[in-house]
């Protein structure tokens, strides 16, 4: 939010999905360990920091410095780009491990031919927040950020008929084109 306030909008905060961590993940013998979210940082928490971790992308990649890695490698932003990044790096096969949330990753860890261990759950909401709604009814919005495809399948199934109307001047943001 204070990035978005920064550039010079006015944002109003809508998050569309709970985060839930699951268990730590022991480092056991694997030689890199791959992170499509932020969200999976902290089940790495006991991992050596100078481990490799390959982050999705940049933001994920200073999130990841921020817990203390310090071999850090970011692709460009999506899982495509993720499996370009490894293939092109040799960093494939089963002594790699993909922490990703519960039902994400699965293509990438098949193409890739590495271990997947699930490290958090994101839970759709069923509304919007109420200040979010309000101003989205007003006709007070000019764009929606949408951060994944899970965001944006639980933004789209939380709008009611009057909601899908105003969304009709609406910019949708977003931070990938898969998305």
């Given at each position: ?73 970011a692709a460009d932003g999506d899982a495509r780009a993720l499996t370009a990044f490894c293939r092109m790096r040799g960093i494939t096969g089963a002594d790699v ?83």
């Amino acid at each position: 939010m204070a990035e978005v306030r920064a550039l010079g909008w006015q944002a109003i905060a809508c998050p569309m999905l709970d985060i839930t961590a699951l268990a730590p993940v022991a480092p056991e013998n694997f030689r890199a360990v791959l992170v499509t979210s932020a969200n999976a940082l902290p089940a790495l928490r006991d991992w050596p920091k100078d481990r490799l971790l390959v982050a999705v992308g940049s933001q994920t990649a200073a999130r990841a410095r921020q817990a203390g890695f310090i071999n850090v490698e970011a692709a460009d932003g999506d899982a495509r780009a993720l499996t370009a990044f490894c293939r092109m790096r040799g960093i494939t096969g089963a002594d790699v491990l993909l922490a990703s949330g519960e039902g994400y990753g699965l293509d990438l860890a098949r193409d890739l031919e590495v271990q997947r261990v699930e490290v958090y759950a994101a839970c759709k909401r069923v509304t919007l927040p109420e200040d979010a709604a309000t101003a989205l009814r007003g006709r007070r919005v000019d764009s929606v950020l949408l951060y994944s495809g899970k965001t944006a399948e639980a933004f789209r199934d939380a709008l009611g008929v009057e909601d899908v109307t105003a969304l009709s001047a609406v910019r949708a943001l977003c931070l990938s084109e898969a998305i």
